[in-house]
């Protein structure tokens, strides 16, 4: 009787008395702290066992987390059984709770339902069994019961009531990847958190503890993919070496509910095998990606799919021999689909011999080629028309596909928002986006409908965010950027969770669930990247940071070869105004939204401020929605943000007896920073644009520090992230 009862107290208690470490970040929101005395009672009250019936490696997982978690944070190990003994623990007082974990297949029968919960989604109910509190988490599938495991741990470490649990939540999109734009040397092309997690050239012999803990990262807020190599792609992941080393990093992260994806370079079988041309139609071209894929899912049975940039900033693709995308894709899709494998092909495509608005190619391009993809394609498009800004309006894309689906591309890594030390949280810019209104079927055709394919009724769907993730032992180069990388997950899995609650949920479990903590941080979160905008790009405005590495403004440049590459096509500003004329009497980019959308654009005073410079020219004294002209008011949004950055500094300072010193102080240096560039984004703008508007300041704002020629002077050869 006694045989079945297994006892992993010793090994639990091992793991919550490992040595302390010290809170450099790389514990992630996974750290899973001891909640002052109430809490942790609470949790050791529900938690004091744990059943968990299976025994495949994933089941073993999900047990295994709940242990270590629950141990950390009440300060006592659960006893581990198999269920047959009921709930009570051992030696546990009869009123203890216990976490049940159990799938239909360990315990037909269960008292919940799990229909409509797919493979991936999970239930958690309070009930009684045996007479004894049991808490229940339920699913179809091992990996269901590890998003459960994740999902009860979280309630625990946010401080949530556990006593009347009855939650059921699936993911509402089934792809759910980081993209890493990380090269085979090591580099990672727009990284600011170090070199590559992936040690491709120690693979596949050497398989450091990193990358256990970068997929249990990603399992615990629902990541189900990861590209592992730059979209801007080399053929050399194709070859057998690299398949090899991409194999044994699938088999790593399998267990966790995590597929490998590669992307490919388009000319690969011409790089790798001597083909004369890699038109997508020539019978061979297409025979060799079959037989590149057979190889690959010999090495890799549950291989993703490939992601494609093609004909894009200088990549090579389908449009080289007279091809469109559909048929590029249609023919990797052909390759994959014996497998189950899927493609994703980006939008994000705009041409230095197409004199067209930037914002308006991608949609040209793709548009016409609705309903023509394989059904195994997705398109994957960026969140807005140019490129990853602070700001930009939805992507025309969304809503004007309905016969595709389409996956959306957020930057998770933030090229345009500070890179790595500005504290510039991006739930709200996601949420932004994905609660924006397409109208394409009326009201209420959000963006978040269209991917996650309830407005159309896809079924394939998905969302892809550019890793922030690097070797950095904090893994995103702050501990505040963990925060995006979090919000991502949480999104992809419930595109309608508000960005604030996610904030809060991240710094329950990062920091603290003390309010005394929560509230200051959250507060400070959610305006931030509002305050980024502000100092950098307010009112529309869009892409005047540095050339190249994108650090830094630099609105004046106006002399790189590619019309589009320069700041000043952004902006327009001229002895009249700014702003880019995007109505009929512009580029008309503003046609390419639903004529809903299309008419509230197409007037100044209905375009929503926030947008106003990047749909419309206007006039420097023409009246803002507060009463000042515009100079006046441009002028306040870069000392607002300014100001906001202040602010986060004075709030932050006041943190220091609630965070421990390492994180206190990465961030109260990293805030420092970010305050001077916030003055320098202001200075260096408003001297630039007081050069052209040529009017005084507003009474009380004060003088840029340098004249305009100090801040065009400034280099950064060595600025990181631009390999
Ligand atoms: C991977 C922008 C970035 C490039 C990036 C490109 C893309 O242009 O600056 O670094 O290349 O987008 O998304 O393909």
Redesign the pocket.
Known sequence: MFARLFCWTIAAVMTAAAPAMAEDGYALWLHHARPNGGSAEAIARHAAAVMAPGSGATALIARDELVRGLTSASGIAPVVTDGSQGASPQGGSPQAGAIWLATPASAPGLPVKLDGLGDEGYAIRSLIRNGQPVTLIAANSDIGLLHGAYAYLRLADTGASLDRLDIRSAPRMKLRLLNH?DNLDGTV??GYAGQSIWDWWRLPDWKGPRYTDYARANASIGINGTVLN???ARSDSLTAPYIAKAAALADLFRPYGIKVYLSVKWTAPMELSGLKSADPLDPQVAAWWKAKADEIYRAIPDFGGFLV?AN??GQPGPQDYGRTHADGANMLAAAVKPHGGIVMW?A?VYAHDNPDDRAKQAYSDFKPLDGQFADNVLVQV?NGPI??QPREPFHPLFGAMPRTPLMMEFQITK?YLGQSTHLTYLGPLFEEVLKSDTFARGKGSTVARVIDGSLEGHKLTGMAGVANIGADRDWSGSIFNQADWYAFGRLAWDPDLPAEAIAREWVAQTFSPDPRVTGPVVAMMMGSREAAVDYMTPLGLAHLMGTGH?YGPAPWISDLARPEWNPAYYHKADAQGIGFDRTRTGSNAIGQYAPRLAKILADPRTTPERDLLWFHHVGWDAKLKSGETLWDGLVHHYDDGVAYVANMQTIWDSLRPYIDSERFTQTQVFLGIQRREAQWWRDASIAYFQSIARRPLPPGASAPEHDLDWYKARRFPYAPGHP
């Open positions: 734009w092309e727009r730059n979209v801007n940039k894009s900033e980006r994000f960026k490129d990853f090229e994108h």
